[in-house]
């Protein structure tokens, strides 16, 4: 009897490799294998609409139990995975039991970068990654009056976003001079830098955090490099997060900055895929590259199911993201690194708005403000390589879908 396909993580990626495994014809057993207590469900309103109540758990839940049974899939949930034989073709889970596989995709997804400081441990201090963060962050935001964001990111601006609208007084700590830096232009972040100030955050910038405040083993601020104390009964971080590629790298599985993989998801190990946010994608000029988004999650996992079959299939669409921010949806594709040219199409104070970025005369990424149309256009033209000049971009009465053909 075959061993079947293995999937662990039992997220968006591992969803999408089980599932297009069916849709491609493949009828022997699929295994998925998740660590938390309840199957795959949707992450990204864990920071937005779920904190504010405003989405329900239910609608969260991605596929019932009993949807992936009709399709003959194993749905495990507590399940942790210890190590890989791959000799054996062989994973070891926690409970002291063993699975073999013909096939393994490993989408055990990321985990947050821990707060090197003393008191990290304390009650009401939490990162957001899981369900079960997002559930005892809604929880304390009913009783807390002083909130303190450390990371001026996606995650910690969304956070603050809803912590304002319960009214709860906000504080965003950013070790950067300008909020969401890695990302976006100076301008898109002066735009968010009003844009909080305006809805009564105090943003900090340039905030060193040197030590938390801890009394009766709660937090109660905040302190500074430069003396500063910011009173906290609630501290979320949003520092970053970290693969989760342990399991493949003590396997001898090729890791760097990720599990290693190339444009069809597979792994230094030819009976092994990976797909989303664990993963690092070793690109044409030999560095490596992280996404952390649904759609690398879903084409990741539509490649590697593929893979796993005997066929190639490329991910190749340029990749985009979004973060909403009170009335505003801030929609982004390409990737900006390298850029030399922004240009600005429409107007900021408007709250509508998109920001092209060149690099030598060539458009490589567009950030859209509560411009929808306009994005789906600006993913059209990248994907098609097609790039408008910075005049044209910059020319409201352009057509910028007219350059489709």
Same mark, same amino acid.
């Given at each position: 009897?075959?061993?079947?396909?293995?999937?662990?993580?039992?997220?968006?990626?591992?969803?999408?490799?089980?599932? =297009?495994?069916?849709?491609?014809?493949?009828? +022997?057993?699929?295994?998925?294998?998740?660590?938390?207590?309840?199957?795959?469900?949707?992450?990204? $309103?864990?920071?937005?609409?779920?904190?504010?109540?405003?989405?329900?758990?239910?609608?969260?839940?991605?596929?019932?139990?009993?949807?992936?049974?009709?399709?003959?899939?194993?749905?495990?949930? %507590?399940?942790?995975?210890?190590?890989?034989?791959?000799?054996?073709?062989?994973?070891?889970?926690?409970?002291?039991?063993?699975?073999?596989?013909? %096939?393994?995709?490993?989408?055990?997804?990321?985990?947050?970068?821990?707060?090197?400081?003393?008191?990290?441990?304390?009650?009401?201090?939490?990162?957001?990654?899981?369900?079960?963060?997002?559930?005892?962050?809604? &929880?304390?935001?009913?009783?807390?009056?002083?909130?303190?964001?450390?990371?001026?990111?996606?995650? +910690?601006?969304?956070?603050?976003? &809803?912590?304002?609208?319960?009214?709860?007084?906000?504080?965003?700590?950013?070790?950067?001079?300008?909020?969401?830096?890695?990302?976006?232009? $100076?301008?898109?972040?002066?735009?968010?830098?009003?844009?909080?100030? %305006?809805?009564?955050?105090?943003?900090?910038?340039?905030?060193?955090?040197?030590?938390?405040?801890?009394?009766? +083993?709660?937090?109660?601020?905040?302190?500074?490099?430069?003396?500063?104390?910011?009173?906290?009964?609630?501290?979320?971080?949003?520092?970053?997060?970290?693969?989760?590629?342990?399991?493949?790298?003590? &396997?001898?599985?090729?890791?760097?900055?990720?599990?290693?993989?190339?444009?069809?998801?597979?792994?230094?190990?030819?009976?092994?895929?990976?797909? %989303?946010?664990?993963?690092?994608?070793?690109?044409?000029?030999?560095?490596?590259?992280?996404?952390?988004?649904?759609?690398?999650?879903?084409?990741?996992?539509?490649?590697?199911?593929?893979?796993?079959?005997?066929?190639?299939?490329?991910?190749?669409?340029?990749?985009?993201?979004?973060?909403?921010?009170?009335?505003?949806?801030?929609?982004?594709?390409?990737?900006?690194?390298?850029?030399?040219?922004?240009? =600005?199409?429409?107007? $900021?104070?408007?709250?509508?708005?998109? =920001?092209?970025?060149?690099?030598?005369?060539?458009?490589?990424?567009?950030?859209?403000?509560?411009?929808?149309?306009?994005?789906?256009?600006?993913?059209?033209?990248?994907?098609?390589?097609?790039? $408008?000049?910075?005049?044209? &971009?910059?020319?409201?009465?352009?057509?910028?879908? +007219?350059?489709?053909?």
């Amino acid at each position: 009897m075959s061993a079947g396909m293995v999937i662990v993580g039992a997220g968006l990626a591992g969803l999408t490799v089980a599932e =297009t495994l069916r849709a491609e014809g493949y009828a +022997g057993p699929i295994t998925l294998l998740g660590d938390e207590p309840h199957g795959p469900y949707h992450r990204p $309103p864990l920071s937005k609409g779920y904190l504010l109540g405003e989405t329900q758990e239910a609608q969260l839940v991605m596929r019932a139990p009993e949807l992936l049974a009709k399709k003959n899939i194993t749905l495990k949930v %507590g399940t942790g995975v210890t190590a890989i034989d791959r000799a054996a073709q062989r994973i070891s889970l926690a409970d002291g039991s063993t699975l073999d596989y013909d %096939g393994l995709a490993l989408c055990t997804g990321s985990r947050l970068r821990p707060l090197p400081l003393a008191g990290a441990d304390a009650r009401g201090v939490f990162g957001l990654r899981s369900l079960a963060d997002s559930r005892a962050i809604a &929880a304390a935001l009913e009783t807390a009056r002083n909130v303190v964001v450390i990371g001026g990111g996606f995650i +910690g601006l969304e956070v603050a976003s &809803a912590a304002r609208k319960k009214d709860k007084a906000v504080t965003v700590l950013e070790a950067a001079d300008r909020l969401m830096a890695r990302v976006v232009a $100076p301008l898109i972040s002066r735009f968010y830098l009003d844009l909080h100030s %305006g809805h009564g955050v105090d943003v900090v910038l340039g905030a060193m955090v040197s030590e938390l405040v801890v009394a009766d +083993g709660h937090i109660a601020a905040v302190k500074t490099k430069d003396g500063r104390e910011f009173p906290a009964d609630l501290l979320v971080v949003g520092i970053g997060i970290l693969p989760n590629a342990e399991i493949a790298q003590a &396997a001898g599985v090729e890791c760097s900055g990720g599990i290693v993989v190339d444009a069809c998801s597979r792994t230094s190990d030819p009976a092994i895929v990976a797909a %989303g946010d664990c993963t690092a994608r070793r690109m044409a000029d030999g560095t490596f590259r992280r996404l952390e988004s649904v759609q690398n999650a879903v084409e990741q996992g539509k490649s590697a199911a593929a893979a796993l079959l005997g066929r190639d299939r490329e991910f190749n669409a340029a990749p985009w993201f979004w973060s909403d921010q009170y009335d505003v949806k801030l929609q982004m594709v390409g990737l900006t690194a390298g850029f030399d040219q922004v240009v =600005t199409r429409g107007e $900021p104070k408007g709250n509508k708005f998109s =920001t092209f970025y060149y690099k030598g005369g060539k458009l490589i990424a567009i950030d859209s403000l509560n411009q929808p149309a306009e994005h789906l256009t600006g993913r059209k033209l990248l994907d098609k390589g097609v790039s $408008p000049t910075p005049e044209q &971009a910059a020319d409201i009465a352009f057509a910028l879908a +007219g350059l489709l053909g």
